[in-house]
């Protein structure tokens, strides 16, 4: 797996992609939830896709580790966050197919009828 270097302010933060679970769009701040909790940076959305192989948009202000998704419903999905708890983010029709596929890509499921 590989690192991400993101911009804090005059500081650098360095994160393994497995650890980052959620990045949210806020105004001119990106937003991580990951392993050691919640850190702003400036980095845009694209910047960091761009960094990795895993994070996928499900909406136009959410990336989403489609490996830490644990229900996924017409308009929403509901993610496993490091700490154990779930957070529900939107899922919009434009990126829905694509994440879709991503998750049956990985194959590392059993899909119940």
Same mark, same amino acid.
């Given at each position: 797996? $590989?690192?991400?270097?993101?911009?804090?302010?005059?500081? @650098?933060?360095?994160?393994?992609?497995?650890?980052?679970?959620?990045?949210?769009?806020?105004?001119?701040? *990106?937003?991580?939830?990951?392993?050691?909790?919640? *850190? &702003?940076?400036? =980095?845009?959305? &694209?910047?960091?896709?761009?960094? *990795?192989?895993?994070?996928?948009?499900?909406?136009?202000?959410?990336?989403?580790?489609?490996?830490?998704?644990?229900?996924?419903?017409?308009? =929403?999905?509901?993610?496993?966050?490091? &700490?154990? @708890?779930?957070?529900?983010?939107?899922?919009?029709? @434009?990126? $829905? =197919?694509?994440?879709?596929?991503?998750?049956? =890509? @990985?194959? &590392?499921? *059993?899909?119940?009828?």
């Amino acid at each position: 797996m $590989g690192r991400i270097c993101l911009s804090m302010g005059h500081e @650098k933060i360095f994160l393994r992609e497995a650890e980052l679970a959620v990045c949210e769009r806020q105004g001119r701040y *990106t937003r991580l939830y990951h392993r050691y909790g919640q *850190t &702003d940076v400036r =980095e845009n959305l &694209d910047a960091i896709l761009r960094q *990795t192989r895993q994070m996928q948009y499900c909406h136009q202000s959410f990336l989403v580790n489609p490996g830490r998704i644990f229900r996924l419903r017409s308009g =929403e999905c509901q993610v496993r966050l490091p &700490d154990g @708890k779930l957070m529900i983010i939107p899922v919009s029709k @434009k990126y $829905g =197919e694509q994440l879709l596929a991503k998750l049956y =890509e @990985k194959g &590392d499921f *059993t899909e119940i009828p």
